[in-house]
Structures are given as structure tokens and as C-alpha cells.
């Protein structure tokens, strides 16, 4: 049975336009424009356009062609309903330029695992230093997270350590919530999915998002109750809620913290 995601990203929030305008005709003989990968914008004068990725999905149940800003990956999402022309997306494209720089150029900067960035782990900032000489892979070090090797490897090797972080500190939740449920999950595994932060299989299995060693501790526990609810009962029922409620106090605060920091941590790295 599929699951909802637990914290659907809602890359909408801005608020998702809507248009209603047919496309011009095409004249005749002319090639059908394509659906390009990047759209130009023009942020200022003078200054060179940035390129905004454009992402561009069919669906058969839209009515209208719509656009909204995908927080998550600084770009723009174009649905069409199934026979509508791209040129119909071109358009809106065109005559919300002025409405997508505003929120293109206003989304906070993820930061990279870089040497001088900081990057949350628990939701405490953390500078990361890159320590060439020194042969111990990666440490933390007070408010520090020191990366020793090769420059070029550095955010492989930050990456590879916060997944380890990750299944040390999620499975911590997930095992004491478990036993405080008396429930026994089938395994954890951590995944790099960008739409959900959680979710339970019907086999009992449940994973996570290993961003969320990023989000502070009460948020990880509040999505590893949501999961751990999930194996008893198998739906969004008043019955789950309330085993929610008996395990974690904070849903609300937490579902609210991902609502507003979520599209920066999935932006990260
Ligand atoms: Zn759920």
C-alpha cells in the first residue's frame, strides 16, 4: 500500500500560478518550440542573466498549465496538461519574469561542503575546516567539523561521514522509539530523498532521509515517531495520531520547522 510522503515538500509555498491563456497559434511551418532545460533572467541592468533550471512535467489531471518554484533545487516547475502546447508554458514563463527573480533571488543560499561553509549536524552550526596534512579522515572538533585528504574529496568524504552520523543518531531515535511503542521495525535504511522525509513499507522497513542529521534532534524524533506509528497503524487515522502523540509531543512544531527549513537542508551539499 503507498504511503503519503509524512512531510509532502511543498516547494509551492510561495503560492503557484496559475494561467488560464491559450497559446497563440504557431504559425504555420514553424518547428514547435522545445521545452528548454534553463530559462534566462534578467536580475539587473547590466548584469548577466541567470540561468534558472526549468523542470517541465506532462500531466494528464492538470486543467491549466502552471508554474511554481522549486525551493529545493532553485528552479522552476512547468506542468502542462497533457495536449497543451509548450509554447503555453514558454508564455507564462515570459509574463512572470518579474514574479520568478522575486523569489528566485530570494531563497537563502544552501551551503556546500566546502572548506570555511557552515553546515548544521543536529541543528547546531558547524564550521567546515579542511585540514590537508592531517591523516584521520573526518572528526568533529568542538564547533568544528575537520576534513582531512584531498580537496577534491572533501565533500564526498563530509557527505560519506553524515551518512554514518545519520544512521548513528536516526537509528538512536528510531531504536528508542521502537521500544518505547513496543514495536519492532524490520531495518532502517537511509536514503537522499528529496519529496519525503520519511516513510514505512508494508514489510515494515523504514527510511529516512539522511538529511535529517541536520534538522535538531526533536525533529528527528518527531519523524522517526511518525514512521515508528506507522508500523501499527498504516494510515493517517485519528488512531495513528494519537500514537503519535504518546510518543512525541512536538509534531506540530516539527512539521512546521520542515515546512519552513526543509528546502534548505535538501539543498545542502
Ligand atoms: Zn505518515
Given at each position: 500500500m503507498p504511503r503519503r510522503p509524512?512531510?509532502?515538500?511543498?516547494?509551492?509555498?510561495?503560492g503557484a500560478l496559475r494561467s488560464s491563456r491559450a497559446a497563440p497559434p504557431a504559425p504555420r511551418r514553424a518547428p514547435a518550440p522545445q521545452a528548454p532545460d534553463t530559462v534566462a533572467l534578467?536580475?539587473?541592468?547590466?548584469a548577466p542573466p541567470l540561468m534558472a533550471p526549468v523542470l517541465w512535467r506532462r500531466s494528464a489531471r492538470a486543467r491549466r498549465v502552471t508554474l511554481r518554484i522549486d525551493p529545493a533545487k532553485g528552479g522552476l516547475v512547468v506542468t502542462l496538461p497533457a495536449?497543451?502546447?509548450?509554447e503555453t508554458g514558454l508564455n507564462l514563463l515570459r509574463t512572470h519574469h518579474d514574479w520568478i527573480v522575486a523569489r528566485i533571488t530570494t531563497l537563502p543560499a544552501a551551503p556546500t561542503f566546502q572548506d570555511g561553509e557552515t553546515i548544521p549536524l543536529d541543528g547546531t552550526p558547524m564550521l567546515i575546516r579542511h585540514c590537508?596534512?592531517?591523516?584521520?579522515g573526518v572528526w568533529i572538533d568542538g564547533p568544528e567539523i575537520r576534513v582531512s585528504g584531498d580537496a577534491d574529496f572533501m565533500a564526498r568524504r563530509l557527505r560519506e561521514f553524515l551518512m554514518r552520523e545519520a544512521r548513528t543518531r536516526l537509528g538512536r531515535h528510531v531504536a528508542a522509539l521502537a521500544a518505547t511503542a513496543g514495536l519492532k521495525p524490520a531495518g532502517l535504511v537511509l536514503r537522499d530523498t528529496r519529496s519525503r522525509w520519511g516513510s514505512c513499507s508494508d514489510s515494515g522497513q523504514i527510511m529516512l532521509c539522511?538529511?535529517?542529521?541536520?534538522?535538531?534532534a526533536w525533529v528527528q524524533h518527531y519523524v522517526a515517531a511518525h514512521e515508528i506509528a506507522h508500523l501499527r497503524h498504516?494510515?493517517?487515522?485519528p488512531a495513528f495520531w494519537r500514537l503519535v502523540g504518546t510518543l512525541c509531543t512536538t509534531r506540530h512544531e516539527a512539521e512546521a520547522w520542515l515546512r519552513t527549513n526543509g528546502p534548505l537542508l535538501m539543498r545542502i551539499g
Open positions: 509524512l512531510v509532502p515538500s511543498r516547494p509551492d509555498g510561495a534578467q536580475i539587473g541592468a547590466g495536449r497543451t502546447p509548450v590537508p596534512q592531517a591523516r584521520r539522511w538529511r535529517l542529521v541536520m534538522a535538531p498504516f494510515d493517517h487515522s
